[in-house]
């Protein structure tokens, strides 16, 4: 098996198998280990001007000099020995897939500029969270998607005026109630990292809020 065949998943994944028998004896034939260690190393050397896959070369260096026979001090047990090269051969495999996960999730182009692929920057629009908010009010109720997804135009059923949800300037999610528009919700502090359904709960139970402010009014 070469680098140039396999991915660094595989790689990964082959050197756990070998790590968790080498893990397992005392008195296990290390070989094995030190040669998928020498293959995650020659995968990460190439990119080691990168900063995680250069943290994850470290690790594995140093994993080498633990795993190889002869490397400790004379001084220690030999179960001492086992269980530091164990703990620094799985340090490295876990900085490996780090660094995997990172490349594969923050893409660069060769001028190191960060662009991801069109639709996975974000996993769902402004507008998804119009749809899932109406879901959750109720049969009675719809979204309509604004251009592009930024937005979303919530209303009830025989209602023309209803709620618009967007974005303001400085980048927070909105709630605007279109029978007054000095009612305008913000909802501060929120990102895409809080989830779909967790937003579209804020949007639904405000919404439920202004419709009991004006019953009451």
Known sequence: MTTATVTASQLAADARVTH????????????????????MCDYAAPRSSEQPWGVALQRLTRA????????????ASRRTEHQAATTAALNAIVA?????????????????????????EYPFHVSDIGRAAVQLL????????????????????????????GVDDEGDL???DEDDSNRRSHFLYCTAADGLLPLAHLVADRIREIRELRAAA
Not at 24 to 35: K, N, Q, R, V
Not at 64 to 75: D, E, F, Q
Not at 138 to 165: C, D, K, N
């Open 96 to 120: 490996f897939e780090e660094a995997d996960s990172v490349t594969v999730t923050l893409p660069h182009d060769e001028h190191g500029r960060y662009v991801p692929a069109p639709g996975t």
């Open 20 to 39: 968790r028998a080498y893990a397992a004896f005392l008195h296990c034939d290390p070989s094995e280990l030190i040669d998928r260690l020498d293959e």
């Open 138 to 165: 109720g049969s009675h109720w719809h979204a309509e998607s604004s251009s592009f997804g930024v937005g979303a135009h919530l209303t009830r059923t025989g209602s023309v005026r209803g709620f618009v949800l």
């Open 64 to 75: 080498l000099r633990a795993v190889s026979p002869g490397s400790a001090r004379p001084t």
């Open 174 to 176: 909105f709630l605007e």
